[in-house]
């Protein structure tokens, strides 16, 4: 059986024509010339907004207060003291934050008529410090309750760290909540037809795949109590 001619040979790609290589041409020639445009615009606006903050008549004060060396030698060791300080806040706020959490979304997710005074506080509390800001839980946390006599005096980043993770358990709580809701419900039931218990199959079916599905939300709630460590420690301990 004979093949058609050219079958099997491999076929040359046909040269551009002299139309396409012009397109080509004038496409890295305007590339180029934005390019350019881009970076000269750029140095301009950047020099302008120097020469017009340096004539400025408080730039001699406002140099010294901000872009001093010394001043920045001088502030480092606090500043690495503060760095660590917030470290350990955020290691301690997102253990008591994570089992805090997760406990207040289980409770809120258990169906037995007998857990409705669980479930009713457990929905009470996360819409209450979901409305509340940090720094209302941070004083009534730091002054309320070294204020009632009932505890020993603690360090204020202590406090702090409780305020910490009142609030913002009520947000993951939530979020994780969400999550086990989006578990589909032939999991649980398969999981219980396996003979699996109700804590078993939260603890190896559901809360797992809830956590894959929720871990997107769960870094942007993680990412903001970060952020505001330094100004709820600060309003503690500098008012303490």
Same mark, same amino acid.
């Given at each position: 059986? @004979?093949?058609?001619?050219?079958?099997?040979?491999? /076929?040359?790609?046909?040269?551009?024509?002299?139309?396409?290589?012009?397109?080509?041409?004038?496409?890295?020639?305007?590339?180029?010339? @934005?390019?350019?445009?881009?970076?000269?615009?750029?140095?301009? /606006?950047?020099?302008? $907004?120097?020469?017009?903050?340096?004539?400025?008549?408080?730039?001699?004060? $406002?140099?010294?207060?901000?872009?001093? !060396?010394?001043?920045?030698?001088?502030?480092?060791?606090? +500043?690495?003291?503060?760095?660590?300080?917030?470290?350990?806040?955020?290691?301690? @706020?997102?253990?008591?934050?994570?089992?805090?959490?997760?406990?207040?979304?289980?409770?809120?997710?258990?169906?037995?008529?007998?857990?409705?005074?669980?479930?009713?506080?457990?929905?009470?509390?996360?819409?209450?410090?979901?409305?509340?800001?940090?720094?209302?839980?941070?004083?009534?946390?730091?002054?309320? +309750?070294?204020?009632?006599?009932?505890? !020993?005096?603690?360090?204020?980043?202590?406090?702090?760290?409780?305020?910490?993770?009142?609030?913002?358990?009520?947000? +993951?709580?939530? /979020?994780?909540?969400?999550?086990?809701?989006?578990? %589909?419900?032939?999991?649980?039931?398969?999981?219980? @037809?396996?003979?699996?218990? %109700?804590?078993?199959?939260?603890?190896?079916?559901?809360?797992?795949?809830?956590?894959?599905? /929720?871990?997107?939300?769960?870094?942007?709630? $993680?990412?903001?109590?970060?952020?505001?460590?330094?100004?709820?420690?600060?309003?503690?301990?500098?008012?303490?």
């Amino acid at each position: 059986m @004979s093949l058609p001619a050219g079958a099997g040979s491999p /076929v040359a790609a046909s040269a551009p024509s002299q139309v396409e290589l012009e397109r080509r041409l004038y496409r890295r020639q305007r590339g180029r010339r @934005s390019l350019v445009v881009s970076v000269v615009s750029t140095l301009v /606006v950047v020099a302008v $907004v120097y020469f017009g903050v340096v004539n400025t008549p408080g730039w001699a004060a $406002v140099q010294q207060s901000f872009f001093d !060396p010394q001043t920045a030698i001088d502030s480092f060791p606090d +500043i690495l003291l503060g760095l660590w300080l917030n470290i350990r806040i955020l290691f301690f @706020s997102a253990i008591g934050v994570a089992v805090f959490g997760t406990l207040l979304a289980v409770v809120r997710g258990l169906r037995s008529p007998v857990f409705f005074p669980l479930r009713m506080l457990a929905t009470g509390y996360t819409d209450l410090f979901r409305g509340l800001p940090l720094i209302i839980v941070l004083y009534l946390v730091g002054y309320g +309750i070294p204020g009632l006599g009932v505890f !020993p005096r603690l360090p204020a980043e202590v406090w702090g760290t409780i305020a910490i993770i009142l609030t913002y358990s009520s947000y +993951i709580a939530e /979020v994780l909540r969400a999550g086990m809701e989006a578990v %589909h419900p032939s999991q649980r039931l398969a999981a219980r @037809s396996l003979g699996l218990s %109700h804590a078993k199959t939260l603890r190896l079916v559901v809360l797992p795949q809830a956590i894959r599905k /929720v871990t997107p939300a769960l870094g942007g709630d $993680v990412a903001d109590p970060v952020a505001q460590q330094t100004e709820a420690r600060q309003d503690v301990a500098g008012r303490g």
